[in-house]
């Protein structure tokens, strides 16, 4: 059999590392460290399917010398090692492997202030209302659109499941269009491995593009909570399905024998042997 290459060792090592169900990044990583017995290629490789990772799954990470968190993503940052909270106005180094921020350092607010200040304050209560475990964070993209994300994560490896759930909208000042996108993703590992992926993209019409920043804000996340609600609702609906419909039809309607049971008859003997 053909040696691999390293850089195919690591090419399937990152994979693994992308496909983390939520919050086991660091069970897959353990894993994988023990079947690659190669500390070395993994420190000098692994890092960018860490970051790609963190940066997808809307990690959460506590921001230095404040009292909030922030969402690592693509929208806020500087470079692999560097990302903006506009809340607190600074950048920070952040640690992909450790998830840990640190060195934070001062930056200028955006042109947009006023409108993403607003669109924050009123993500962090629709957040605080609707998602126990919830972050939002209000992004300015410095081309007259606003980006809003959310992730909320509940872990629950006592009961074998965790779970994500992954929005980002776009808004933009002076329009009454915004777009959005769904993304849930649900690990159960109790006796089997079963995964949930479902997502899902948006166009929405807030009522009006109001300069008032607060206005605004308001507006945004009217149809925000109509969109995501409707996701949800959906989602129960075919989760209701999955279970009476989809499962049911995969089962065998006859047994191999191809004849009905009678179970009734079956249930006679019983009794009848029991009395």
Known sequence: MAQISDEEKLKI???????????????????????LDDDALL????????EEHNTEQLVAVDVPGAEHKVIISKYNQIDPAHY??????????????RQVASD???????????????????????VAEHY??????????GENNLIIAISDTKYS????????????????????A????????????EEGNVQLASSKEVSCTIAAATPDPNGFAKFVFKAIEKAENEFQNELNVNFTQLAGTTFKALRRTLPVTRNKIEWQSIANC?????I
């Open 13 to 35: 090592a990152s994979s693994f590392i992308l496909d983390s169900p939520p919050g086991e990044i660091n069970d897959v990583f353990n894993d994988v460290r023990t079947l």
């Open 43 to 50: 420190q000098r490789g692994i890092g960018e399917a860490f």
């Open 84 to 97: 903006y909270d506009p809340r607190s106005s600074q950048v920070f180094s952040f640690d992909h492997i």
């Open 104 to 126: 934070p350092e001062p930056k200028d607010r955006g042109s947009s202030e006023g409108h993403r200040a607003a669109l924050d304050d009123a993500a962090a209560q629709y």
């Open 132 to 141: 126990p475990d919830g972050v939002s964070s209000v992004f300015d993209d």
């Open 157 to 176: 490896p006592s009961n074998y499941w965790n779970g994500r759930w992954r929005s980002i909208w776009t808004a933009s000042v002076g329009s009454n």
């Open 178 to 189: 915004i777009i959005g996108s769904f993304k849930v993703n649900v690990h159960y590992y």
């Open 270 to 274: 019983e009794l009848v042997r029991f």
